[in-house]
Nanobody, 120 residues
Framework: QVRFVESGGGLVQPGGSLRLSCVASGFTFSSYAMGWYRQAPGKQRELVALITSSSNTNYADSVKGRFTISRDNTKNTVYLQMDSLKLEDAAVYYC??????????????WGQGTQVTVSS
């Protein structure tokens, strides 16, 4: 059974930092690309950052230079360090696991989401 335990969300002032964590179980973590997506009210879910099974990373342009994704395969955990947070970063952040073959997503799992609120 696939399970995610997401943590680290909360309320932060603009310019502040948060670190999201996602502990996964029920699949071979090291074989999956892991990502963080977000969805703000009234908007589509969007990719924030992705780290492949070989630890290559990809970021949305809006977070480059401010967010850092990392993974610890020994702990089945993916992290998202968010610095210099802006009002527009406020959203529900979802942990994602995906196994791909080229551009095709073969298998995909989603966490339940954690709320990030940025407000002064």
């Amino acid at each position: 059974q696939v399970r995610f335990v997401e943590s680290g969300g909360g309320l932060v002032q603009p310019g502040g930092s948060l670190r999201l964590s996602c502990v996964a179980s029920g699949f071979t973590f090291s074989s999956y690309a892991m990502g963080w997506y977000r969805q703000a009210p009234g908007k589509q879910r969007e990719l924030v950052a992705l780290i492949t099974s070989s630890s290559n990373t990809n970021y949305a342009d809006s977070v480059k230079g401010r967010f850092t994704i990392s993974r610890d395969n020994t702990k089945n955990t993916v992290y998202l360090q968010m610095d210099s947070l802006k009002l527009e970063d406020a959203a529900v952040y979802y942990c994602n696991a995906q196994r791909t073959l080229g551009p095709v997503v073969l298998t995909q799992y989603w966490g339940q989401g954690t709320q990030v609120t940025v407000s002064s």
